[in-house]
């Protein structure tokens, strides 16, 4: 042992290499070396996800354009698909698209998460067929996973999006994969194809399920579904539980502009003007809809005329002779003589022939 310790020594100082206290180490030297020279490709990817985690997109875009460039042959599969993320968090969806291509193009496996990210760029562009192409290449993903459930779910919206109930409502139920449910937002769409075919009974039932799940659903937006809740039971003629939902729903948002338009067209309907002005008004505080804050205020303005208060009684005004007068009697009250001529007096003269 002694001598091959001793052969090493020589060999390292012949070398020039150092030597660690773990004689069958890694070198002190290459150590520090390691440490100190780190992948300029690799460092700016870690920091533009970073800045991407972080919501700093402009940050991520400079570091991840970094990361590309300092890449062998601008090798850099998950650096532009997170360039692509990152530009399409700032809605510059033709960079998005070049970059998602690019990703695709360099990936050596199926880049699924790349094929959905793309199909969700067209979707968002209204170019449905190719979108939906890239929705069903991301759908060879295993079976129930993560890549293929989303890839089902993004093929939903699309068939949403062209107004095909039937459609979406399967892939939004094939993306749920296997139950007990927690794929908040497929469950909401899910429910929500039932309330477009108006088959209301189901879509309650599928939403009171989401507010009894035993399981965490995360990222769920209660404003939203309580709000779907309180239509569904409106449309079965239930009132009361409509506005019962709708209030659980602004206790968890008070800035939801469609709770309020709902509450505003039932209080409408009712003929509750008061109320209904208030929630209009509501509506228009918190919506970024301007067409349909447009045909809220025409509503609104409507309701307050019907109860504007009626306007005062014309005042005749006093004659000139009439003015003299009470002149006259305030120069005698003065003195001392007669009383004043009060204001009814002289628009209402207890004595018709004065």
């Known amino acids: ?104 193009e360099q990936s050596t496996g199926e880049a699924f998460k790349s094929h959905i990210l793309l199909a969700r760029l067209y979707l968002r562009n209204k170019r449905y067929e190719e979108a939906e192409l890239e929705a069903n290449h991301a759908m060879g993903a295993p079976f129930r996973s993560k890549e293929c459930c989303e890839a089902h779910f993004v093929a939903a919206k699309i068939f949403e999006a062209q107004q095909n109930w039937t459609a979406a409502q399967a892939q939004f139920e094939f993306s749920l994969g296997d139950k007990p449910w927690t794929y908040s937002e497929a469950w909401m769409g899910y429910a929500e194809m039932f309330m477009k ?77 008061a109320s209904a002005v208030k929630e209009y008004k509501e509506f228009c505080r918190y919506s970024g809809d301007q067409i349909r804050i447009a045909k809220a205020k025409q509503r609104l303005e409507m309701l307050e005329q019907s109860v504007a208060p009626a306007e005062a009684p014309y005042q005749v005004k006093p004659s000139p002779a009439m003015r003299k007068q009470m002149e006259e009697q305030a ?22 022939g004065f």
């Open 197 to 273: 075919q108006k088959n209301w009974v189901s879509a309650i039932a599928q939403f009171r399920d989401m507010l009894e799940s035993q399981k965490v659903l995360p990222n769920i937006d209660y404003a939203h579904l309580h709000m779907d809740l309180g239509i569904c039971l409106l449309a079965k003629g239930d009132h009361q539980g409509a506005l019962t939902n709708w209030h659980r729903g602004l206790s968890y948002n008070m800035n939801e502009p469609d709770i309020h338009l709902q509450l505003a067209m039932m209080f409408d309907a009712e003929r509750h003007v």
């Open 1 to 104: 042992m002694k001598k091959l310790t001793s052969a090493i020594l020589l060999l390292s100082l012949t070398l020039g290499v150092g030597v660690t206290s773990d004689i069958f180490g890694v070198p002190a030297l290459a150590k520090k070396k390691a440490e100190n020279t780190e992948d300029p490709m690799l460092k700016n990817f870690n920091i533009g996800m970073d800045y991407y985690k972080k919501g700093d997109y402009d940050g991520a875009i400079d570091a991840f354009l970094q990361s590309v460039y300092f890449a062998r042959n601008s090798y850099a599969p998950e650096s532009y698909h997170f360039l692509a993320a990152s530009y399409m968090a700032k809605n510059e969806d033709p960079k998005a698209i070049e970059a998602i291509k690019k990703a695709i």
């Open 331 to 352: 120069n005698a009250e003065n003195t001392g003589g007669g009383q004043p001529i009060t204001p009814s007096e002289m628009t209402n003269p207890k004595d018709p």
